[in-house]
């Protein structure tokens, strides 16, 4: 357990309402990972975050965004959510000596 | 970002030893080997890591040759309880990314 939680962990909206999603982590990592999980696909890095106020987009970054203002939080948004973002978003943090990745339980969101 | 290629699905029998290879394109001089396994409903968790030759630990073995074009996770013995998702995402230690892919399917059949 790297101390990852993720909120909501549920949650069903609308099309074109925006949606945050929230990770926090209590163990100071640096690298922190934003992933969706879709039958077919696997698993798809969406964004990741290496300091504060530092991010980068991942292979399926379209129609999302994410900030960092603090170390221990790492926001996904999705200004206007669509139906192609029914998913289950997971986070994850890096450990620094090892590079191993922890994973947080994941928010299944969907969207109608 | 580098990809790799894995077998989509498996069976295997309780008991049975389980080997599953990734081919690895474009790995990086510097990039480790790992192997995640995925229960339903949960996040992947770390099983193993290596950079060359062989490494063991109380779960899993993991063989790399001298290319490091692929890598293939062991398992001893599989119990109904190693039905999961495994993954050989690109990256590791020596990258900041990790791609992971849609990953082997192992399904445990007694």
């Known amino acids: 357990d790297a101390g990852i939680t993720q909120s909501p962990r549920h949650k069903v909206t609308e099309t074109g309402t925006p949606v945050t999603l929230r990770c926090h982590q209590t163990e100071n990592h640096r690298y922190m990972y934003w992933y969706r999980q879709d039958p077919g696909h696997g698993l798809r890095l969406i964004h990741y975050s290496y300091g504060v106020k530092d991010t980068d987009k991942g292979e399926v970054s379209d129609g999302y965004s994410v900030s960092r203002s603090k170390t221990e939080d790492f926001l996904l948004t999705l200004e206007s959510a669509t139906s192609s973002q029914t998913s289950v978003y997971f986070c994850?943090?890096?450990?620094?000596?090892?590079?191993?990745?922890?994973f947080g339980e994941g928010s299944r969101l969907t969207v109608l | 970002l580098a990809k790799t290629t894995q077998p989509i699905s498996m069976d295997s029998y309780e008991g049975q030893e389980v080997n599953i290879t990734c081919s690895h394109n474009n790995i990086a001089t510097n990039d480790y080997i790992t192997w995640y396994q995925q229960f339903p409903s949960q996040g992947p968790r770390f099983i193993i890591q290596g950079y060359k030759t062989k490494v063991t630990n109380e779960v899993a073995s993991l063989f790399i040759p001298a290319d490091r074009k692929s890598s293939t996770l062991s398992l001893p013995r599989v119990s109904l309880s190693d039905t999961a998702v495994y993954y050989c995402?690109?990256?590791?230690?020596?990258?900041?990314?990790?791609?992971f892919g849609k990953g082997t399917k192992l399904s445990v059949i007694p």
């Open positions: 994850a943090v890096r450990d620094r000596d090892t590079g191993e990745l922890f």
């Open positions: 995402p690109t990256g590791g230690a020596g990258s900041y990314q990790l791609t």
